[in-house]
């Protein structure tokens, strides 16, 4: 039950991946313009940047995620055992 319960947070595609992305870009974005306002100048940007670029390093470690989880293929494993067992009955 518990593996199921898990199995809902894992990000199997590239689109649910695209999604968080997005999100965590929106979140950052914010965060850097409301640095950009309580710091004026250039610590301010160099605030906004370091935001945008851990969306970008997020990113792409989910992504990366992504292709590591679709290399083990945990349904395609499934799949073979119940195509090996259907050939042990017959």
């Known amino acids: 039950m518990l593996d199921r319960l898990a199995n809902l ?27 950009l306002e309580t710091y004026p100048g250039l610590f301010g940007w160099l605030l906004f940047s370091a935001c945008l670029l851990t969306v970008l390093i997020a990113g792409a470690s989910l992504v990366d995620g992504v292709k590591a989880w679709r290399a083990r293929r945990p349904e395609q494993q499934a799949l073979s055992r119940v195509v090996a067992r259907a050939r042990l009955q017959t």
């Open 9 to 35: 947070f894992v990000l199997k595609t590239g689109f649910e991946a695209g999604v968080v992305i997005y999100a965590l870009a929106l979140g950052g974005a914010e965060r850097g313009l409301l640095y």
